[in-house]
């Protein structure tokens, strides 16, 4: 499947803006170039990942906050990073965010499973890629995705992300 970069993030905006009719804007920078090793990727892992750092980053700002997706292609690596201008973690509770259900007490009353984060790290393990989170209480976060850009990196458990799902006791949410 030819997988063009620009407008798979293109569309997954477009469906987060819908759901949270325009609360925030999200912009969209790419740095490097983007051969066709990209055709490689697992598109449904990927959307999974971005999907979730986006929805958090929308659901855990306030109205206006702004977010950024940059996307930097390197030779063995593209980095997508994800940042906002939302409520931050505490150091305390970076330590246990991508846990199944875990949610930091500073939510308040913005709702949730717990399951989005767990989900993320999955994926990004099955690329055999890493996540780094960078954030500080009412002060913002940064996620920062690294996935290797060749296929044979990728997909070292062979699980769907059916199996992904199912094994973070994930189910479809009514938003
Ligand atoms: P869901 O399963 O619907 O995604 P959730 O958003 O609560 O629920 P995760 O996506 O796994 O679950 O995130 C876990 C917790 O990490 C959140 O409850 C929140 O406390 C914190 N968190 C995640 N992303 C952000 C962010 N961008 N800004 C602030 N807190 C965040
Ligand atoms: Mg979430």
Redesign the pocket.
């Known amino acids: 499947i030819e997988l063009d970069i620009q407008l798979f993030c293109k569309q997954i905006i477009h469906s987060l803006h819908l759901s949270f009719e325009d609360k925030n804007q999200i912009i969209l920078n790419f740095d490097g170039d983007f051969p066709s090793e990209l055709e490689l990727w697992d598109e449904k892992l990927l959307w999974h990942i971005l999907h979730?750092l986006l929805?958090?980053?929308l659901?855990?700002s306030p109205q206006g906050g702004k977010i950024f997706l940059n996307i930097i292609a390197e030779e063995k690596t593209v980095t997508f990073s994800i940042k906002?201008q939302?409520?931050?973690?505490s150091q305390e509770?970076q330590q246990h965010?991508f846990e199944t259900f875990?949610?930091?007490d500073?939510?308040g009353n913005i709702s949730?499973?717990?399951?989005?984060?767990?989900i993320v790290r999955k994926c990004v393990e099955a690329y055999n890629g890493n996540i780094f989170v960078e954030?500080e209480l009412d002060n913002g976060?940064t996620?920062r995705v690294i996935l290797p850009r060749q296929q044979q990196l990728m997909g070292k458990m062979g699980e769907s992300v059916e199996q992904i799902k199912s094994s973070v006791g994930y189910h479809e949410?009514t938003k």
């Open positions: 979730n929805n958090n980053a659901k855990y906002d939302g409520i931050g973690i509770s965010l875990y949610r930091a500073n939510v949730g499973t717990g399951l989005g984060l767990s954030s976060t996620f949410q």
